[in-house]
């Protein structure tokens, strides 16, 4: 059986090499993280720590119930992703430009603090240059046309060798591998 986490603070006596045996974030609205609150579990500080160990234990347990499958196609994923975090950005965007005149609100003492959703809005704009930038210095675009044309040239050659085979040649070989062009033209869009 696990032991319960302890809060595990120095103690204040002096020469002492104990550390305070009460359950970590006893007192404190975060039980089982961080220090107790006579060891400044409470502090705005070890708040948000403790709030960012809960959201990472969230993570982790999420993760580890998700059926993950390897990613077969990096190119059309990292596209995709690109997709979600331009979305993302977007989504952000809209947030920022409801708040109108309310970007900064008071803090304790006076102090001005940046709303949450600016932070969030500069972060999603931070990804989206990251990944688009990795799009367009890995020409994901060029690298995908270049495997959609190797395919359709594969399958043309398929087509051309099933009709050698039945011996279908001349006009009519021409007149097939020109319908097939058409068709995969249209498919690719």
């Known amino acids: 059986m696990s032991e319960k986490p302890k809060c595990g603070a120095k103690t204040r006596q002096e020469d002492s090499k104990e550390f305070c045996t009460l359950a970590a974030g006893w007192g404190t609205p975060h039980p089982g993280i961080g220090h107790c609150r006579l ?4 502090t705005g500080g070890q708040k948000i720590k403790a709030a960012k160990i809960k959201a990472d234990r969230e993570v982790q347990v999420v993760l580890a119930e998700l059926d993950v499958t390897p990613v077969d196609d990096p190119l059309t994923a990292l596209s995709q992703l690109a997709g979600q975090v331009v979305a993302w950005q977007k989504a952000t965007a809209a947030l920022v430009n409801r708040l109108g005149d309310e970007i900064r609100y008071e803090g304790h003492a006076g102090a001005e603090q940046l709303r949450a959703e600016v932070q ?18 890995l020409d994901i675009d060029g690298r995908l046309a270049r495997i959609e044309e190797s395919k359709a040239k ?24 020109q319908v097939m062009a058409r068709k995969l033209r249209a498919v690719s869009g």
């Open 120 to 137: 969030m809005y500069e972060r999603a704009m931070d990804r989206a240059n990251t990944v688009l930038s990795t799009i367009a210095r």
């Open 154 to 177: 594969l399958l043309m050659d398929a087509v051309q060798a099933g009709l050698a085979a039945i011996g279908i040649t001349g006009d009519q070989a021409v007149k097939v591998k």
């Open 39 to 42: 060891h400044g579990g409470n």
